[in-house]
């Protein structure tokens, strides 16, 4: 029975090394995209390059405005763990918490749930790429890392479907993560909700419920389709 035992060990750790590179390689885990967050995080000032600038639009017909400063470092359907798929973009910023701006990528209307400390989302009547289908446009992690709200006063928990034009200023951004005491990076998550035809915006957690952004800013933020090059309006 022992030497079954230390028989199958290594097969089993060749198995899940294999899965391990497999899962990287080939599916949606980009390890040399979460080594590049590490380092900007370590010393963003060696990599202010990799910056897009606040109200950037890279092109005359690009329909969003970029909506903070910022190095976008994960991406749409991007996975930080097996069975997971980010559903929008992070932009992190260079500046300490509540520093860095964020604007309005488009012109609609604003809600901000009542329990929501960090959270915003704008409702779009009309999506510039698809006309006749509502959108909404989603902006979290504007809190300090105890849940300290950064999101302007104009803007107050119950807010509800007020128009705002877009690059009006929303908040700055923070590491708050959700839970008290536990912060993340520095950073904005934005992305694009479906709408449920209804005229609700759908659970925002589930990638089904998200569209590739890549159209909306004329970037290359689709994970699985760019998995090495830094996102940037240059060619």
């Not at 400390?117 to 105890?146: C, F, N």
């Not at 849940?147 to 509800?160: A, E, H, L, M, R």
Request: charged share 20%.
């Amino acid at each position: 029975m022992k030497f079954l035992k230390w028989f199958f060990i290594p097969i089993l750790l060749v198995f899940l090394t294999s899965l391990v590179f497999v899962y990287t390689r080939y599916g949606r885990g980009n390890p040399s995209r979460s080594r590049r967050v590490l380092s900007w995080i370590k010393n963003p000032g060696s990599h202010l390059d990799w910056m897009i600038g606040p109200k950037t639009r890279c092109n005359d017909t690009t329909p969003f405005l970029f909506p903070t400063e910022g190095y976008i470092g994960y991406l749409w359907d991007d996975s930080f763990r097996p069975g997971h798929r980010h559903q929008g973009i992070d932009i992190f910023s260079k500046d300490g918490s509540g520093e860095t701006p964020i604007y309005s990528a488009y012109a609609g209307y604003l809600t901000r749930l009542p329990d929501w400390k960090s959270s915003l989302i704008i409702r779009i009547p009309e999506d510039p790429l698809h006309p006749g289908r509502q959108i909404w446009t989603y902006y979290t992690h504007m809190a300090d890392v105890q849940g300290k709200s950064y999101i302007v006063d104009d803007f107050p928990p119950g807010t509800s479907e007020v128009f705002i034009e877009e690059g009006t200023l929303l908040g700055y951004m923070g590491n708050y993560s959700g839970t008290p005491g536990n912060p993340t990076g520095i950073h904005l998550h934005f992305s694009i909700v479906r709408d449920d035809g209804q005229g609700n915006f759908l659970n925002e957690l589930k990638i089904q419920n998200t569209l590739d952004p890549s159209p909306y800013f004329d970037l290359l933020l689709n994970g699985p389709t760019n998995r090495d090059q830094i996102p940037s309006c240059d060619p």
